[in-house]
């Protein structure tokens, strides 16, 4: 079966830095492409970051480039997000997804002063 695990959210102050990590099972994890999403509540999930199955190729939404960096390590089966000079707006539940259409729980990133 395939699952997806997020973990490293919690409670950071504006400017401060998280890395979210995602453990992945259950499938030939370096063959798949990588995604992290958000959803703040009420609001429309929303594509944050991709990163293709080489690692090499990236992608990032407009909101968080040069803020958010995504990276995964083949051998661990884990994709990462690190995320610097964080904003109360990037205030969310963050899910991690594969291309295969499977998504984790999510984890929830706070934001605040």
């Known amino acids: 079966q395939v699952q997806l695990v997020e973990s490293g959210g919690g409670l950071v102050q504006p400017g401060g830095s998280l890395r979210l990590s995602c453990a992945a099972s259950g499938f030939t994890f370096s063959s798949y492409t990588m995604s992290w999403y958000r959803q703040a509540p009420g609001k429309e999930r929303e594509l944050v970051a991709t990163i293709y199955n080489g690692g090499g190729v990236t992608s990032y939404a407009d909101s968080v480039k040069g803020r958010f960096t995504i990276s995964r390590d083949n051998a661990k089966n884990t994709v990462y997000l690190q995320m610097n000079s964080l904003k109360p707006e990037d205030t969310a539940v963050y899910y991690c997804?594969?291309?295969?259409?499977?998504w984790g729980q999510g984890t929830q990133v706070t934001v605040s002063s």
């Open positions: 997804k594969c291309s295969l259409n499977n």
